[in-house]
Nanobody
Framework: QVQLVESGGGSVRAGGSLRLSCAAS???????????MAWFRQAPGKEREGVAS????????YYTDSVKGRFTISQDNAKNTLYLQMNSLKPEDTAMYYC?????????????????WGQGTQVTVSS
């Protein structure tokens, strides 16, 4: 059973930074493997959107255009933890942020490509 638990959200002023963490367990069993992890976000009244993804067994990363150069996704496999370093935050980054895991070998940043989700952590950026 895959379990994902996010932490690190909070309130910050525009231009500030936050680091989100996602503690993961059960990513690999005798029945399945998870190959990618990602961060998604959902603002009130909007659809959930992919922010960044990373290959669990490699180093490939992908970012949506709006966060390139500001956000960095990383992982500590020894700690089974996924991170999202967010710098130069903007009010439009305000959303609930979710950690997700995919069993696909080459997923896109679409919601349907991810099998397991955390409960989310709120990020609020004020101007």
């Amino acid at each position: 059973q895959v379990q994902l638990v996010e932490s690190g959200g909070g309130s910050v002023r525009a231009g500030g930074s936050l680091r989100l963490s996602c503690a993961a367990s059960g990513l690999t069993t005798s029945n399945y493997y998870m190959y990618y992890m990602a961060w998604f976000r959902q603002a009130p009244g909007k659809e959930r959107e992919g922010v960044a993804s990373i290959s669990i067994y490699g180093s490939s990363t992908y970012y949506t255009d709006s966060v390139k150069g500001r956000f960095t996704i990383s992982q500590d496999n020894a700690k089974n933890t996924l991170y999202l370093q967010m710098n130069s935050l903007k009010p439009e980054d305000t959303a609930m942020y979710y950690c997700a895991a995919s069993g696909r070998l080459d997923p896109t940043l679409r919601v349907n490509d991810y099998n397991y989700w955390g409960q989310g952590t709120q990020v609020t950026v004020s101007s």
